[in-house]
C-alpha cells in the first residue's frame, strides 16, 4: 500500500466552481500534513499546512480526519491560475515527507 | 522561507558520465534534502544531507551512485555516477522549515541523459 494515495483527476471546472479532492495516508502516527502545489516544470510550493481542527486560507479549505486517515482540500470561487498539481504531502516522521502522486485540476473559463 | 537556487537548471549529458548539481541557501539551514522527480510522478526521496555528518540514503539509493557532500549549512551537492537514461529526471534540494515540518524546495535540475 502506497503511503500516501490521491485521486489523480483530473477534476476540470468552470472558473467560479467549487472542487474538491481527498487523500488517504497510512502511517497513523503521521502528525503534519500539507498540501502543496506545482505548477508544470515547476518546482513544488507549500500551499497550506493542515491542522487537526481544519484550516482556511482564502479560498482554499483543508480539512484532516485522523480516525479516518484522510485529508481533504476544497478549492472555492476557482480561478483560471488556479490550475496545477496538488501534492498531497505527509511527514512520516525524522523531517522525511511522503508525496501522494498529485491531483491535476484544470481550470477552464 | 529561505531562498533556494540550484546548478545548472537544466542539461543533457551522455550515459556513463556524471553530473554535479549545487544547492545554495541564503541561510543557514540544518537539514538539507535531495528529491528525484521523474516524468510524469510524484517526489522521491534520496537523501537527507545535515551538515557534518554523512548523508542518510533511503532505500533504493546508493552513496556510490549519487554521492553527496554538504561543507556547511548553506550550501550541498548531488553528483549522479554513471549516467544512464533511466537517470534522466528533475533532481530537487529543499530545506526543513521551522513550523510544521514543511520543506521548501529549490527550481530543479533537469536532467536528460542519452
Known amino acids: 500500500r502506497k503511503e500516501v494515495e490521491q485521486d489523480p483527476g483530473p477534476f476540470n471546472v468552470p472558473e467560479g466552481a467549487t472542487v474538491a479532492f481527498n487523500c488517504t495516508y497510512s502511517?497513523?502516527?503521521?502528525?503534519?500534513f500539507f498540501w502543496y502545489r506545482q505548477d508544470c516544470r515547476k518546482e513544488p510550493k507549500l500551499l497550506m499546512s493542515v491542522y487537526s481542527s481544519g484550516n482556511e486560507d482564502g479560498r482554499f479549505t483543508a480539512q484532516l480526519n485522523r480516525a479516518s486517515q484522510y485529508i481533504s482540500l476544497l478549492i472555492r470561487d476557482s480561478k483560471l491560475s488556479d490550475s496545477a498539481t496538488y501534492l498531497c504531502v505527509v511527514n512520516i516522521g525524522d523531517y522525511k515527507l511522503s508525496f501522494g502522486a498529485g491531483t491535476t485540476v484544470t481550470v477552464r473559463a | 522561507s529561505a531562498v533556494i537556487s540550484q546548478k545548472p537548471s537544466r542539461d543533457i549529458c551522455q550515459r556513463g558520465t556524471s553530473l554535479t548539481i549545487q544547492c545554495q541557501v541564503d541561510s543557514q539551514v540544518t537539514m538539507m534534502f535531495w528529491y528525484r522527480q521523474q516524468p510524469g510522478q510524484s517526489l522521491t526521496l534520496i537523501a537527507t544531507?545535515?551538515?557534518?555528518?554523512?548523508?542518510?540514503?533511503e532505500s533504493g539509493f546508493v552513496i556510490d551512485k549519487f554521492p553527496i557532500s554538504r561543507p556547511n549549512l548553506t550550501f550541498s551537492t548531488l553528483t549522479v555516477s554513471n549516467m544512464s537514461p533511466e537517470d534522466s529526471s528533475i533532481y530537487l534540494c529543499s530545506v526543513a522549515g521551522t513550523t510544521h515540518y514543511e520543506q521548501y524546495f529549490g527550481p530543479g535540475t533537469r536532467l536528460t541523459v542519452t
Open positions: 502511517n497513523s502516527a503521521s502528525q503534519s
Open positions: 544531507a545535515n551538515q557534518g555528518s554523512e548523508a542518510t540514503y
